[in-house]
């Protein structure tokens, strides 16, 4: 339905809002005026496609005791990700607005129009709820099941509740020790101290004392490094390890280190995505049988517009054919083409071939249709440290579980993270 439906559903209390950790989501086939515009020239599809627009929160009862806490935390959220039935939703938030419905409070969100191909929105019933679903909310909450790390104030857990603002403070008439020049410092007019230089300016991954402090997203002291990471704490083990045997762990026997992951988000997780590309032309699966034996196809022409950062060499892609079958393929060269796709006494139009390994990850070459979308697993490298916290390695044939959130990263031969699973 449209958003202006939605909320008036919450608003006369034909919704439920209730029992906690309850999220309701809009969908329509229909995108608003002004949004969406990637969407645009999607051609169309042989099932419906459908679209996230709305997502509202209830903010009592999903953390007890801190309704005021968690009422400013959720009017700062950027982000919500889910996973139904092995599909990932990853929206991004644009607007948020708190609204009181008899008694209940709760945040109405408007996110970017989310893509949900025909051949998973089928399944979806109006009105279903789906239970047992971990939800993540970014930033600041990671995880709504209490499966949080010590000391959060949201769990009402920390020792001491305070605001601080100052991050050190010098009581220099109590000292003990009593400089020479105690006067002009207590008056504020004593010279500055001469401080060494630093000699770590040659390189983006020193934090130098100087040249370091200019870096920003945009600017690393003047020198692009080779990667950028965020840190999170984890625990690793061989990719042949159990999930059971993971998740049995006590925490005492998880022996959680620092862990650095490219990507954009605060919390490293597993999610797909709609790339707004779709094949060309088929995809043959090959024939095993023939002789000789006919090796799936491995050159996809894909149609729509390639835009800087959408794709890259090391991507994970997924196909559907059906609802219930998926294949993963994994980029190893991308070729801008000019070709009429085929098609005899058409122009020729832009493209892309794209060069991939077929059935990657324990997944199985599949034939694929002309206009199938294709998605893209957000790319994730994962690094750890090789000896005695000095140099960096990529994480490789690992299952890397995550303290905030619980959640296991499968990475490959290169450290690229390929799926996940939750304990």
Same mark, same amino acid.
């Given at each position: 339905?449209?958003?202006?439906?939605?909320?008036?559903?919450?608003? $006369?209390?034909?919704?439920?809002?209730?029992?906690?950790?309850?999220?309701?989501?809009?969908?329509?086939?229909?995108?608003?005026?002004?949004?969406?515009?990637?969407?645009? =020239?999607?051609?169309? $599809?042989?099932?419906?496609?459908?679209?996230?627009?709305?997502?509202?929160?209830?903010?009592?009862? /999903?953390?007890?005791?801190?309704?005021?806490?968690?009422? &400013?935390?959720?009017?700062?959220?950027?982000?919500?990700?889910?996973?139904?039935?092995?599909?990932?939703?990853?929206?991004?938030?644009?607007?948020?607005?708190?609204?009181?419905?008899?008694? %209940?409070?709760?945040?109405?969100?408007?996110?970017?129009?989310? /893509?949900?191909?025909?051949?998973?929105?089928?399944?979806?019933?109006? @009105?279903?709820?789906?239970?047992?679903?971990?939800?993540?909310?970014?930033?600041?909450?990671?995880?709504?099941?209490?499966?949080?790390?010590?000391?959060?104030?949201?769990?009402?857990?920390?020792?001491?509740?305070?605001?601080?603002?100052?991050?050190? $403070?010098?009581?220099?008439?109590?000292?003990?020790?009593?400089?020479?020049?105690?006067?002009?410092?207590?008056?504020?007019?004593?010279?500055?101290?001469?401080?060494?230089?630093?000699?770590?300016?040659?390189?983006?991954? &020193?934090?130098?004392?100087?040249?370091?402090?200019?870096?920003?997203?945009?600017?690393?002291?003047?020198?692009?490094?080779?990667?950028?990471?965020?840190?999170?704490?984890? #625990?690793?083990?061989?990719?042949?390890?159990?999930?059971?045997?993971?998740?049995?762990?006590?925490?005492?026997?998880?022996? #959680?280190?620092?862990?650095?992951?490219? =990507?954009?988000?605060?919390?490293?997780?597993?999610?797909?995505?709609?790339?707004?590309?779709? /094949?060309?032309?088929?995809?043959?699966?090959?024939?095993?049988?023939?002789?000789?034996?006919?090796?799936?196809?491995?050159?996809?022409?894909?149609?729509?517009?390639?835009?800087?950062? %959408?794709?890259?060499? =090391?991507?994970?892609?997924?196909?559907?054919?059906?609802?219930?079958?998926?294949?993963?393929?994994?980029?190893?060269?991308?070729?801008?083409?000019?070709?009429?796709? @085929?098609?005899?006494? +058409?122009? +020729?139009? =832009?493209?892309?071939?794209? +060069?991939?390994?077929?059935?990657?990850?324990?997944?199985?070459?599949?034939?694929? +249709?002309?206009?199938?979308?294709?998605?893209?697993?957000?790319?994730?490298?994962?690094?750890?440290?090789?000896?005695?916290?000095?140099?960096?390695?990529?994480?490789?044939?690992?299952?890397?579980?995550?303290?905030?959130?619980?959640?296991?990263?499968? %990475?490959?031969?290169?450290?690229?993270?390929?799926?996940?699973?939750?304990?």
């Amino acid at each position: 339905m449209n958003p202006s439906e939605f909320l008036q559903l919450h608003l $006369q209390d034909q919704i439920p809002m209730s029992p906690s950790h309850r999220i309701n989501v809009n969908i329509d086939t229909e995108i608003p005026a002004g949004q969406g515009l990637e969407f645009a =020239g999607r051609a169309a $599809q042989a099932l419906q496609d459908y679209y996230v627009l709305n997502v509202s929160v209830n903010t009592q009862g /999903l953390v007890e005791g801190v309704n005021e806490i968690l009422y &400013k935390v959720l009017a700062d959220v950027e982000k919500i990700r889910f996973n139904v039935d092995g599909y990932y939703y990853n929206l991004e938030v644009t607007n948020g607005v708190s609204y009181i419905s008899f008694g %209940t409070q709760f945040f109405m969100y408007t996110v970017d129009p989310f /893509l949900i191909p025909g051949i998973i929105a089928q399944n979806i019933v109006s @009105g279903d709820v789906i239970q047992d679903v971990l939800i993540d909310f970014s930033p600041f909450i990671g995880d709504l099941k209490d499966r949080l790390r010590d000391y959060q104030a949201l769990l009402n857990n920390t020792q001491e509740s305070r605001s601080s603002y100052k991050i050190r $403070q010098s009581k220099r008439d109590v000292s003990g020790t009593r400089p020479s020049n105690f006067l002009p410092i207590y008056s504020g007019s004593a010279e500055r101290a001469n401080v060494q230089d630093s000699l770590y300016y040659d390189t983006g991954w &020193k934090n130098a004392r100087y040249n370091g402090t200019l870096s920003s997203s945009e600017n690393f002291g003047g020198v692009i490094p080779s990667t950028t990471v965020r840190s999170s704490e984890a #625990y690793a083990t061989p990719d042949v390890t159990e999930d059971t045997n993971i998740c049995s762990l006590t925490e005492s026997e998880k022996v #959680y280190t620092e862990f650095f992951f490219s =990507g954009k988000e605060l919390i490293p997780g597993f999610y797909s995505g709609s790339t707004g590309l779709v /094949l060309a032309e088929p995809v043959s699966i090959g024939d095993p049988s023939a002789t000789p034996p006919i090796p799936p196809q491995k050159l996809f022409n894909i149609s729509g517009s390639i835009q800087y950062g %959408t794709l890259d060499k =090391g991507d994970i892609l997924i196909l559907r054919p059906t609802a219930v079958q998926e294949e993963f393929v994994k980029i190893e060269k991308i070729t801008p083409i000019l070709s009429n796709f @085929g098609v005899p006494n +058409q122009p +020729q139009q =832009g493209g892309y071939q794209l +060069q991939v390994s077929r059935a990657v990850k324990g997944t199985y070459p599949r034939q694929h +249709q002309a206009t199938a979308p294709i998605e893209k697993v957000n790319r994730i490298d994962v690094f750890e440290y090789l000896d005695n916290e000095s140099n960096l390695r990529l994480s490789e044939n690992r299952k890397v579980l995550i303290r905030d959130t619980q959640e296991i990263l499968h %990475t490959d031969e290169f450290g690229t993270m390929f799926s996940s699973s939750f304990c």
